[in-house]
Every structure is written in structure tokens, then in C-alpha cells.
């Protein structure tokens, strides 16, 4: 190597442990890599065969990057790649010597023609909001209306969004019971356990009150009242981790996969379902004549020690004896699930189940359900209503003539 040569890399030493090198900490590692990129090509130049003592001179990290795994013969002159970052291409000097090729220690190597790219994961795609049919305009934003006999959709709105269901819940709470074989004939007390401490919400149900199961179970269903189904839970075998338990194992065998229950009331926010997983609870829930007569129960008067208790249903199109003819119904309310309403009831001698979710204002859900009753009249007549109305027409021609 030539004088010239020596010096440049000796240059490179002195950088690191020179004043300037103390003073600014930060130069030593750039004027070291000029220096050696400086050092290479003025050798290169003086094209003096010393390849072994450059590579002394280089960094151990980049001859470990570029050490073949068996000991290679010294290399003519040749190109050398200059030092830059790995994000552009290499510069390569041209010397008289084929030019070999150098991979720097961050170079990406390019996968082989025929590796295919590792597969990726696509998010499952969000369910489309289906349209209402024409001619029906409802005010609640998740609605499934089904025929009962055929399963048949009717109409559909948003039928798989997961969303809080609030005392909805009650029917698998009503189902895990009667499913138990509990005695219903027990008398249970209630305790300051079956106080909602996450809402505190009132309750006419104090501590120290009695009740049998039946009684706790009618005005879960009828009124909804959350201390009657806390009591309900708490007193299961195993408590209330073995009722959740139970309710989820029992929404799991049932097939509705987007459900999950965290407490026996509903209260919780995360007691979350779709309007497709409520119908096959209410499927279920109406093959049990217990929750078809306590949740169309129009009232009743409990007395726990000597006071009077009267409760009235929660759902007023059961409570105005009008000509509704609802076989189970279940209302919820919370903030984060809104207005909620599920029914079973017989429209034109079709059983129809309804579900309607997330509504606003204490009205709403009910109108939604007059105007869906109003819409299956006019646009889904049955067997039964056509012969209804042949009858109807039959018998004002035979009054005027």
C-alpha cells in the first residue's frame, strides 16, 4: 500500500482518540467511515495487491456479514462496495478485475422465484346493514322480524350486530332456572349481595325480604327487577359464577355464537347478543310455559313479611288488554343498550317473533311493534286472514240484500 494510503488509515485511528474526538463525540464514527471509504479507493487506485491488510481495517460486524463459511482463497483486486446506507444501491468501484460481489451486513436478500409471500390475514369483512322492506319504516336501529313456522325472515335491519341486550338477559336467566330443576317452592332471602352496585339502580326488594323462586322468577320476567334475578343466581349451586357459567354454556349449546352473559340481570353492558341469537333464545324460552305465562303476566301483589308489593308488567301492550295476542315478551333497558323489546305473538293466526333493539324514548319499541303488526296485515295475509275477510265481505252482502 502506498504511503499516501497508510496514512489515511492511520488518519482513521487518530480520529477517534484526537481533541477534536473528545470534544464532539458524535464525529468520530462518520469521519471514521469517510476516512475509510477514502482509504479504499485511494488503494484501489494504486492498485497494490493488500486485500488482506483492508480487511483488518474493516469493522468485525461487516467481515462477519461477508465471511463465506469455509476459508476462501485471497481475492484479486477488485470492486468494493462503498459505504452507504442500505436503503440505496451499492457504489461500485471499477478496478481491471471481474468485479465480486459484497453483501452488506443490512442488505435485504430478494427470496427465491419460486417462495411465495407468506399469507396474510384479511379481516372478515362487516356485514352489509340490510334494508327494511318498502312500505315499513321503524324507528329502532336493529330489528328481526321472523316466522315462527318457517323461520322465514320478514324483515332485517342490522340482524347481526353485537350489541348489549340490558334485561334481555332475563330470559336465559329463566331458562338456566327452570333447566336446574331448583324447587321453586323454596324460599330464598334476599341480601345485600343482590344489590347492583355497578348502576345502582332501585329496587323495591330489600334485604331480609322472603320469597319462593317462583315468586323471584315472575317478577324477573313480569317487571323485570334486578335483585329478584341476582337472588336467583346467588343461590344456585355453585352461585352466581356457576349460574353465568351455566347461561353461556347453555347460549353456546342453543348456537348463539355472538352471546355472551356476564351477570343474571343484564345490567352490565358486557351481556351482549345479535337480534339472530335472541330469536333462538326466545324459540327456546317459548317452550317453556313458565316463562310464556310469568312474561305475559299482566300484575301481581307479593307480600314479603307485612307489606304489600304490587307490580304491574313492564310491557304496556300487555298491560292494555287491547287485542294483541302476545304468547312471551321480555323489555330491557340501559344506557348503552337503549330501548329493547322481544315478542312472540299471533298475528293473523301467524306466529311472528319480534325483536327490535337499540330504540329511543320509552314509546318507540311499541310503535315499531303496532306498525310491524300493521305491515304483516297488509302485506303477508294469511290463509287465515283471506278466509277471515271472505267472511267478513260474505256477511255484508247477505245483510244488505
Not at 470492486?79 to 468501484?93: C, K, N, R
Not at 298475528?347 to 303496532?370: C, N
Request: glycine residues 4%; hydrophobic residues 40%.
Amino acid at each position: 500500500m502506498g504511503q499516501h494510503s497508510r496514512q489515511l488509515l492511520t488518519g482513521i485511528d487518530y480520529d477517534f482518540s484526537s481533541r477534536r474526538s473528545r470534544r464532539y463525540g458524535h464525529v468520530p464514527l462518520l469521519a471514521g467511515a469517510v476516512g475509510l471509504t477514502t482509504a479504499l479507493l485511494v488503494w484501489a487506485y494504486d492498485g497494490t495487491d493488500d486485500s488482506a491488510q483492508v480487511s483488518e481495517s474493516l469493522p468485525a460486524v461487516q467481515q462477519t456479514a461477508t465471511a463465506p463459511k469455509e476459508a476462501a482463497p485471497t481475492l484479486p483486486a477488485a470492486a468494493f462496495i462503498t459505504d452507504v446506507p442500505a436503503t440505496q444501491p451499492a457504489v461500485v468501484v471499477a478496478s481491471a478485475e471481474p468485479a465480486i460481489s459484497i453483501t452488506p451486513a443490512a442488505t435485504v436478500i430478494e427470496p427465491a422465484p419460486d417462495a411465495k409471500p407468506e399469507a396474510t390475514t384479511k379481516p372478515k369483512p362487516q356485514t352489509p346493514a340490510q334494508k327494511l322492506p318498502r312500505g315499513l319504516s321503524l324507528k329502532s336501529s336493529v330489528v328481526l322480524v321472523v316466522d315462527q313456522n318457517n323461520s322465514q325472515i320478514l324483515a332485517a335491519r342490522h340482524a347481526e350486530k353485537q350489541q348489549p341486550i340490558a334485561s334481555l338477559t332475563k330470559l336465559m336467566t329463566a331458562l338456566v332456572v327452570l333447566e336446574a330443576g331448583l324447587p321453586m317452592d323454596e324460599v330464598i332471602t334476599i341480601s345485600r349481595d343482590d344489590y347492583d352496585s355497578l348502576k345502582h339502580t332501585y329496587s323495591r326488594l330489600v334485604s331480609g325480604d322472603k320469597f319462593t323462586r317462583e315468586q323471584l322468577l315472575l317478577l324477573a320476567l313480569m317487571s323485570s327487577e334486578n335483585r329478584a334475578a341476582a337472588a336467583l343466581a346467588r343461590t344456585f349451586p355453585g352461585g352466581t359464577p356457576a349460574f353465568v357459567a351455566t347461561m353461556n354454556a347453555k347460549a353456546s349449546k342453543l348456537g348463539m355464537t355472538d352471546t355472551h352473559f356476564i351477570d343474571s340481570s343484564g345490567l352490565s353492558e358486557q351481556n351482549v347478543s345479535t337480534a339472530q341469537d335472541l330469536v333462538r333464545l326466545i324459540k327456546a324460552a317459548y317452550a317453556k310455559p313458565t316463562i310464556r305465562k310469568f312474561s305475559t303476566q299482566v300484575e301481581q301483589t307479593v307480600k314479603p313479611g307485612k307489606r304489600k308489593l304490587h307490580y304491574v308488567n313492564s310491557n304496556r301492550l300487555v298491560r292494555a288488554r287491547n287485542d294483541w295476542r302476545i304468547g312471551l315478551q321480555k323489555t330491557g333497558y340501559t344506557n348503552e343498550a337503549g330501548r329493547c323489546l322481544v315478542m312472540q305473538s299471533q298475528i293473523d293466526g301467524r306466529p311472528v317473533i319480534m325483536v327490535l333493539l337499540d330504540s329511543y324514548g320509552s314509546s318507540t319499541r311499541f310503535a315499531d311493534a303496532k306498525r310491524i303488526r300493521s305491515w304483516i296485515e297488509r302485506t303477508h295475509p294469511t290463509a287465515h286472514a283471506k278466509a277471515k275477510a271472505t267472511d267478513t265481505a260474505d256477511s255484508g252482502v247477505s245483510a244488505t240484500s
